[in-house]
């Protein structure tokens, strides 16, 4: 029967004996766990020689004596001499230092096992009889791959002394579109405050009945939640050592107030991150087929806050034909926007293209022009959520050659 064991071998002495291929492999573990190495081999690996001289380990270029055991807590012998193996992990036996013997059909007092971490938890799968490395990554694997399905239930049990906040970018909407680490810190979270956006219903099916779901999500001309409320409460769950994660459409630094969050956790000494997310100011043009830049035709481009207006530097990139601009929540403001851009002399004939629910069932394309952009979303009914990109690469004939959807829109 196998024990499980997690040891801590940071500053702690561990012996390789052998300098081959394999002894490589395990050296450069054992430096990345902090431990204190020291090797004798009669020659070394060109690989293992780079990491001795680059990391300033030990080496003793001679056969292996049972008096180097001296101090070590972990020896791991792999010398290619499979009697030479055994002779390391019988000297082990007797002086009661754990040993890896890395010789094929061959296992010493102690097993490397196949690991990795998710997160503050180690995941870590080795065989019951006989090593079985390669069976040992699959599962391994098998079981990292349930973390970006946010099927593992990584929500600690005992309370901690410290909470944290977690800005996590939900991306577009859809739950498959979200990044490996956000699924993984929200299958931690003791708290998830939402936001109208993303993929937030999804993701909560999924969680623990005890977890606490606050909705703060805003809307256009209505937000239910103020700002500085949102502050106080990611703030004072932190505090209470609760794990926080403020899920955002998109990426919390786009748009997002993401900043204006991390500055309230800073300022109260509670320790915060970001993961990124996919902005929509990318994601849903794509989900159009509209690429923000194609070469050629857009070298660069621009993304704009509708509530914001548009200022000079903006006004300057519109009517620039190789820039195309993005417009997030600009479907209240797009007529002052169309107005100040034909004033500042963006043609008419530039395209535009509205997507709506991008990345949902419920997805609609406009395409339509600057000079008709005002009376073709009051035609369709534009809404919310809508990105409307103007420039070159909104035109129809771009990338998807297709009849008109105006006219569909329309009927």
């Given at each position: 029967m196998t024990v499980m064991l997690g040891v801590n071998l940071t500053g702690r002495d561990v012996l390789l004996v052998g300098g081959g291929a394999v002894a490589a492999k395990r050296l450069r573990r054992f430096l990345a766990e902090g431990a204190s190495v020291r090797i004798v081999a009669p020659a070394l690996h060109e690989d293992t020689v780079r990491l001795v001289e680059s990391h300033g380990v030990a080496w003793q270029g001679r056969e292996f004596r049972a008096a180097d055991l001296a101090g070590a807590w972990l020896v791991h012998t792999a010398t290619g001499d499979v009697h030479v193996d055994r002779a390391v992990g019988e000297q082990c036996e007797l002086q009661r230092v754990l040993c890896i013997n890395a010789s094929d059909g061959a296992h010493g007092s102690a097993r490397l096992t196949a690991q990795a971490e998710v997160g503050d938890v180690t995941v870590a799968v080795t065989s019951t009889v006989g090593a079985d490395p390669r069976r040992s990554m699959a599962v391994r694997d098998a079981i990292i791959a349930l973390v970006g399905d946010g099927r593992l239930p990584l929500r600690r049990r005992r309370g901690a002394h410290s909470g944290r906040v977690d800005l996590v970018g939900g991306g577009p909407g859809p739950a498959d579109l979200m990044t490996v680490r956000a699924r993984r810190l929200i299958a931690e979270a003791d708290v998830l405050v939402t936001d109208r956006l993303g993929p937030a219903a999804e993701i909560v099916q999924g969680l623990d009945p005890d977890v606490e779901v606050i909705d703060v999500g805003k809307q256009p001309g209505r937000h239910p939640v103020p700002q500085e409320e949102i502050n106080r409460i990611i703030v004072e769950r932190a505090a209470a050592g609760l794990r926080v994660v403020r899920l955002k459409g998109g990426d919390p630094f786009v748009f997002g107030r993401g900043g204006e969050e991390m500055l309230a956790c800073l300022a109260a000494g509670v320790p915060v991150d970001v993961t990124p997310g996919i902005t929509s100011a990318i994601a849903v043009p794509q989900s159009a087929g509209i690429p923000v830049t194609h070469r050629g035709t857009a070298a660069a481009f621009h993304v704009v806050n509708g509530q914001g207006g548009l200022g000079p530097g903006t006004l300057e990139a519109m009517a620039d034909a190789t820039v195309t601009t993005v417009v997030l929540m600009g479907?209240?403001?797009?007529?002052?926007?169309?107005?100040?851009?034909?004033?500042?002399?963006?043609?008419?004939?530039?395209?535009?293209?509205?997507?709506?629910?991008?990345?949902?069932?419920?997805?609609?394309?406009?395409?339509?022009t600057l000079g008709r952009a005002v009376e073709d979303a009051l035609a369709v009914g534009l809404r919310n959520p809508a990105v409307i990109v103007i420039g070159e690469v909104a035109s129809e004939r771009l990338l998807l050659p297709s009849p008109s959807t105006i006219g569909a829109a329309l009927a």
């Open positions: 479907v209240a403001a797009l007529g002052r926007l169309v107005e100040s851009a034909i004033a500042h002399g963006v043609p008419k004939d530039r395209p535009v293209a509205f997507v709506e629910s991008g990345h949902t069932p419920q997805q609609r394309t406009t395409r339509t």
